[in-house]
Each structure stands twice: as C-alpha cells, then as structure tokens.
C-alpha cells in the first residue's frame, strides 16, 4: 500500500518584510496595526519602541527644563523694574547700586496676588531694609506709584488685589519674553508705558497665539 504524501509545509510572510518562514516569531503593534512577524523584525520594532521612549522621556524633561517658573518670571521681571525706574529706594529715597542684594523690587500690593504680581504699576526699586522690616515703606511706595502713573492708582491696585487670577502658561512665556526683551522708546517714561500696554494685552488674551 501506497503511503499517503506529506504535503508541503507552508510558509508564513511575515507582515513587516514580507519574507517567509516556517514560522513566525511574535505578534507585535507596528505603527498602531497588530503585525505577525519573524524574529528580525520583531527585534527592530522592540529596538524602535525603546528609542521612541527615550526621545519622549527626553523632550519632557527638556519641556520642563525651558517651562518659565514663577521663580524665572520674578528673576527677570525684578531685573526689568530695577532698569525702567530711577535707582533709589522709593521709601527712604537713599541711592542704590545695581546688582547688589541691597537693591530690590519691592511690591506694593504683596506679590503673592498674581493679578498684579508682574504688574509694573506695583513694583518700585527699594533697598533690603525698607523691604524686609519697614512696613511703613508701603506708604510711600503708594505716594511714588501715584506720581508714576497718576492720582489714584495706588487705591486701584488695593481693590484689584481681591480679584480672582490665574496665569496660563503659555501667557507666562509670553510676559517671560517681554520682561526679557522689553519694547524700548526715546525715553523712560514712554518705555514704561509701551511695556504697560504689552503686559495688559498678554493679561487680557488679546495677542495672537
């Protein structure tokens, strides 16, 4: 009797090289598709994967790195007041030298109320002690704000400190740009009112994205 032919093993095409094997090695994902393939591929979709992960594992920490922090913000928009207003203490008016810890923007309204905390109406150059153990300093920093930007805005500021503010992050890169490089005019004052004008459209929305 005539024994029965073997018939002849089919071979698997592997769906990524699309060469065939007696087998197959693994089912993977390859670009969101479920994949049957050999064992070659299969290790150079792990390998890919792998450096997917770290590239994206990179970037946020990049990310993180360059995202503008309240810190970043106070760093810079300290040093902008310290370059668009006399250089004296605006409490006991004795003259202060630039980049010395004695010379420091002092708040008017405290800088914990981030409606005006990076509000250049509120901040006015001070030295250490004034800031740190004269509480009185206010008062004349409320004085000097009025003769800066008109009668009346030191009580604005006290009424805009009750409202409600929450800075995005993309309008924080935003004001960390224009502290950084500010608009500049022919003199102090027009500056001050360009960088004015520029803050208020960043806190109001209406720049372009």
Not at 133 to 155: P, R, T, V
Request: glycine residues 4%; hydrophobic residues 30%; positive net charge.
């Amino acid at each position: 009797m005539q024994s029965p032919q073997k018939k002849p093993k089919q071979l698997k095409k592997c769906q990524k090289c699309m060469k065939e094997f007696p087998f197959l090695y693994k089912t993977v994902t390859d670009g969101g598709v479920r994949k049957k393939v050999c064992q070659k591929c299969a290790s150079y979709i792990e390998r890919d994967k792998i450096k997917e992960k770290k590239e994206k594992t990179k970037a946020k920490k990049k990310a993180i790195r360059e995202r503008v922090t309240d810190k970043k913000l106070h760093t810079v928009f300290a040093r902008l007041i310290k370059e668009i207003y006399p250089l004296h203490c605006h409490a006991c008016y004795k003259s202060l030298v630039k980049g010395t810890f004695d010379t420091q923007a002092c708040h008017f309204v405290e800088r914990g109320k981030k409606v005006i905390t990076w509000d250049i109406r509120n901040v006015l150059p001070g030295c250490a002690s004034c800031n740190g153990f004269d509480q009185s300093h206010q008062y004349e920093l409320g004085k000097n704000i009025n003769i800066y930007w008109g009668e009346g805005m030191a009580e604005k500021l006290r009424e805009m400190r009750v409202e409600t503010f929450q800075w995005s992050q993309y309008q924080k890169n935003q004001l960390y740009e224009l502290f950084t490089n500010p608009p500049q005019s022919s003199n102090i004052e027009e500056t001050r009112l360009l960088i004015l004008h520029k803050y208020l459209e960043i806190k109001n929305g209406s720049t372009t994205n």
